[in-house]
Structure formats: structure tokens, C-alpha cells
């Protein structure tokens, strides 16, 4: 059986970190990517990982300020999130796919239940 549990969310001030962690048990294989939603806002793509952890992709809201990585020994999916902005505030949900490179959230298989993030200005 597929569980993803995700942790690691918070409220931080503008400017501030976090890595947000995703333990994935009854799987292999899987692509794995980050995805949040805001209220009153549809889900969006984050960033995606390859199963072995050599090619990931970003959104462009992201890029730079985000990292995306896996430990395949832990079963565990990482989002490092530096110089947060109040506009990535969300509820943030790991997911597994076939590929790294899929950013529809309905080509992805199986989902976390969210951890939420806020981003005070």
C-alpha cells in the first residue's frame, strides 16, 4: 500500500527557509514532484525529481530560491525553500509519477495529505 506523509511546514517571516520532507513507503520507480495550493487557487506544480535523483524540474515562480532532491536509502523527498516570499504561501503536497518532467497534477498517481506554509511579509 502507497503512503506519502508529508512534514517540515510552518510560519516563517519573508526572506526565511524551510525544507519540507516527504517519506514515501509502497513504492519504486516513481518520479516524485512537489505541488501546493493556496485557497480560492488551483493546484500548481512546484518541482519534480527523477526516480534516481539526476534530473528535476522547476517552475519558474521557484527556480533559484528552490531545491528539489531524494534519498532513495530513506524512502524521503525534499523541498529545500530559501528566501521565501509571502506568495508561496500554501498547502504543499508531495505526489509520484511516472516522470519528472510531468507538471499536470492529474498525471501524477498518488498524493500526500499537505502540510501548510505561511509566509508572513
Known amino acids: 500500500q502507497v503512503h506519502l506523509v508529508e512534514s517540515g511546514g510552518g510560519l516563517v517571516q519573508a526572506g526565511g527557509s524551510l525544507r519540507l520532507a516527504c517519506v514515501a513507503s509502497g513504492l519504486s520507480g516513481y518520479a516524485m514532484g512537489w505541488f501546493r495550493q493556496a485557497p480560492g487557487k488551483e493546484r500548481e506544480f512546484v518541482a519534480a525529481?527523477?526516480?534516481?535523483?539526476?534530473?528535476?524540474n522547476y517552475a519558474d515562480s521557484v527556480k533559484g530560491r528552490f531545491t528539489i532532491s531524494r534519498d532513495n536509502v530513506k524512502n524521503t523527498v525534499y523541498l529545500q525553500m530559501n528566501s521565501l516570499k509571502p506568495e508561496d504561501t500554501a498547502a504543499y503536497y508531495c505526489a509520484a509519477g511516472l516522470r519528472y518532467y510531468y507538471i499536470d497534477s492529474q498525471r501524477y498517481d498518488h498524493w500526500g495529505q499537505g502540510t501548510q506554509v505561511t509566509v508572513s511579509s
Open positions: 525529481v527523477s526516480w534516481r535523483g539526476d534530473s528535476t
